[in-house]
């Protein structure tokens, strides 16, 4: 059973429920805050690696995405330069929708070996068509050391807010913690999932030591979660923490770790935007029903 199956059945569970995300309103939506602010996030955001320019089709199906998790309450967008033209589609869908205010627009940046760095980053400025960023991340430590300067000079200029570091890879969590110790930062982004646990060990309780704002990638794991449960139907006791489909069951399980602010699962369609941030109304799961979640897991 694939996901858009899974998405059917799990609205025909629903109406059996004394819940229904897609009828809530949007200030329902939970957000928690950014450390050391007043400035709050909703816990479901938007990742657009497979955001990229194409014919019309493509583009109208991207715009109608974009504009669902806007109407849906949903606010932070993380990109990068690298996400083939990403950026610049965003841009002009941003433009487009006249959003660009009601968004928090992350991007990353990195400096290659001829030194480039700077330069990359002011393209992100020009393909966003924005003259401040809201974060912008050293994208899997490339060039942390003489980035992070570069992103310091532009927070105080006014033209980024927050700075911050990201990783995807399991084999560079030694390193992250390292920089995590050397360098003030306001985020880390980090990959973390239901089967993907290896940085609640460390990163996250040092995130939480620090006041650095997480912002969880991967969160489906790519779709192996799905895989993984096939085409099991959700467990009775997932009602308890408001869960009508296994995308609302993992993304739950990642935003209610204390020190993740914001998952940001990849989204293009919009059935999937509404689906995802179901996640962020109701409940979550608390400290006994996550160890389930993870029981349950590890168990198929």
Known sequence: MNRR??????????????????????????????????EI????????????????????????????????????IDTAPMYRGSEIILGQLIKTLNIREQLFIATKADRAADNNGPERLANSFAQLQTDRLDLVQSHNLRGVDSMLPVLREQQLAGRVRYVGITTSRENQFAEFLDVMNKYPLDFIQVNYSLIDR??????????????????????????????????RPLPDWAAEFNCTSWAQFFLKYVISHPAVNCAIPGMTRTRHVIDNLGAALGRLPDATQRRRQEQYIDGL
């Open 41 to 76: 996030l909703p816990v479901i955001g938007l990742g657009t690696n497979r955001y990229s320019v194409g014919n019309a089709q493509h583009q109208a199906r991207l715009r109608q995405a974009l504009q669902t998790f806007h109407e849906h309450g949903g606010t932070l």
């Open 5 to 38: 199956q899974l998405i059917k059945q799990a609205a025909g569970a629903a109406l059996s429920l004394n819940w229904n995300p897609l009828q809530a309103k949007i200030q329902n939506v939970m957000h928690k805050t950014i450390p050391g602010t007043s």
């Open 198 to 231: 290896k940085a609640a060990e460390h990163i996250l309780p040092l995130a939480a030591d620090k006041g650095i704002a997480v912002l969880a990638n991967l969160p489906l794991s790519r779709g192996a979660l799905f895989k993984k449960v096939g085409d």
